[in-house]
């Protein structure tokens, strides 16, 4: 998992995201097209057998099916579907406005004062479309309009009504209304969701600028891991020779003293060498096929020989071993806590490893001050420490590469003294043959 190649994965899921508010304004449109047919059919029996209008019930019907079908249709295409493009939306739009043209072209054309509900189509495309899709249906439903007031099947009244112009005015008032409620029920609704898309836009922008700065934290940390290679090893072949010399073997104390000088040294040569394989440096370690009891064995003994002098209780209550694919990122943010932990409380932490339902859930306790409010609100937050200028960067990389694995981490304060840090990684991302998430 090279660092470089977090942010473009995260932009690249922003089209993804309008696709899938695209899927459920097209949900919308399905319901308010089930509305329309419904609201035709009383439309003409009103017209029918009250009014006395004499219509095409024949031709009206067929229109009528054709709308039923297509939504027929299209609930059936969306069941298969995550996304929904602009250009499937405008098409849908269009067959709305010709539906629409279709019925007005049999009852009256422009004399029908239901003309007023292409207002609501345009209004929709503008809500919903790109502002080319947009223009162009607000043309369609012009044109649409325009030919309507050349070629139209006149009304005829089967017996005489002596005030058509309070009926237009009766049928004005019912588009109105009509227009005006279905707009204000679906806006609302259509609002919301693209309210909701902006959120989230809102969120992967936020992670975007934060893997940016792992992405330049990584490249910091690898030229730094270069140049600390060889002094590293100068120092460790030093402390050898050291070591050899007969005064310091004639001394137990200073034996002692080269011997914990020269862990620290490999602890460093292996924190360089996790650097350098977490930005691509280093190409043939491949991860390794373990299980998650031995990886956590593994680390705590690690960890352990790493740190003389701390006394780290662990506690694996996972049960049934699961195989897992380890590598050096998982291994480092447990790292990570534990360092955290143990500087917070140099007398003792706790690891507890835990199985709850398809979850790893690792928890680190500490003895130490436990968390301030400002950070449990901001957890993971780069710069969001007790250390000062500087700090809090080890529990923003924890946090991060967690979401990677599609898992999640808490904090909270314990009663009394101390704190505590849980990890909450799905074995699915983690199992043999299982892909990574990519967040």
């Known amino acids: 998992m090279a660092v470089t190649a977090l ?15 695209n899927r459920k304004n097209m949900m919308l449109l399905i ?20 009014i006395a209008v004499e219509l095409p019930l024949r031709s009206m019907a067929m229109v009528l099916g054709g709308l039923v079908t297509l939504n027929c249709v299209s609930w059936l ?44 189509q345009v209004t929709l495309a503008a809500v919903l479309l790109d502002a ?18 050349m070629f139209n099947l006149p009304l005829a009244l089967t017996r005489p009504t002596p005030d058509l ?19 204000v029920f679906f806006l609302i609704r259509i609002t919301r969701n ?20 792992i992405v330049r934290m990584g490249l910091l940390a690898s030229g730094a891991a270069h140049e600390l290679g060889t002094p590293l090893a100068s120092v460790d072949v030093i402390l050898s020779d050291w070591r050899r010399m007969p005064q310091v073997r004639g001394n137990p104390e200073m034996s002692e003293d080269i011997e914990e000088m020269q862990a620290a040294i490999r602890r460093c040569k292996t924190i360089v060498t996790g650097i350098l394989k977490s930005a691509g440096e280093a190409r043939g370690d491949a991860p390794i096929v373990t299980t998650v009891n031995e990886f956590l064995a593994g680390i705590v003994k690690e960890w352990q020989t790493a740190t003389p002098g701390a006394t780290l209780y662990y506690e694996n209550d996972f049960g049934a071993d699961v195989p897992i694919v380890a590598d050096s990122p998982l291994k480092q943010i447990v790292f990570n806590l534990l360092d955290n932990a143990f500087e917070a409380s140099p007398g003792w932490i ?42 809090g960067l080890g529990l923003f990389l924890v946090v991060n590469v967690v979401r990677k694995l ?26 043999v043959g299982s892909p990574r998430h990519d967040g």
Not at 135 to 146: N, P, Q, R, T, Y
Not at 360 to 379: K, N
Not at 416 to 424: E, F, I, K, W
Request: with cysteine; net charge neutral.
């Open 7 to 21: 942010a473009p994965r995260t932009a690249a899921r922003a089209p993804a995201t309008r696709d899938f508010t």
């Open 31 to 50: 319901q308010l097209r089930w509305i329309a047919a419904f609201g035709q059919i009383i439309t003409i029996a009103v017209a029918e057998w009250l």
């Open 77 to 120: 295409w969306l069941r298969g579907r995550t996304g929904v493009s602009n250009r499937a939306l405008f098409l849908a739009l269009i067959l709305d406005v010709t539906a629409l043209t279709a019925q007005l072209y049999l009852s009256g054309g422009t004399s029908n004062p239901f003309t007023g509900l292409y207002l609501m």
């Open 132 to 149: 080319a899709f947009a223009w162009a249906l607000v043309g369609f439903a012009a044109f649409g309009f325009l030919a309507l007031s």
């Open 165 to 183: 112009f309070t009926l237009y005015v009766i049928g004005t008032f019912v588009c109105f209304a009509l227009d005006g409620a279905l707009l």
């Open 194 to 213: 693209l309210r909701s898309r902006d959120e989230h836009l809102a969120d992967l922008r936020h992670q975007a600028a934060e893997e940016d700065l």
């Open 350 to 391: 706790q690891l507890t490893a835990k199985h709850e339902e398809d979850t790893l859930s690792l928890e680190v306790r500490d003895a130490g001050a436990g968390f301030t409010p400002e950070i449990l609100e901001h957890l993971g937050t780069p710069y969001q420490s007790t250390k000062g200028r500087g700090g």
């Open 406 to 431: 599609g898992g999640s981490v808490s904090a909270r304060n314990l009663p009394g003294r101390g704190a505590a840090v849980t990890l909450s990684l799905p074995l699915q991302t983690l199992t």
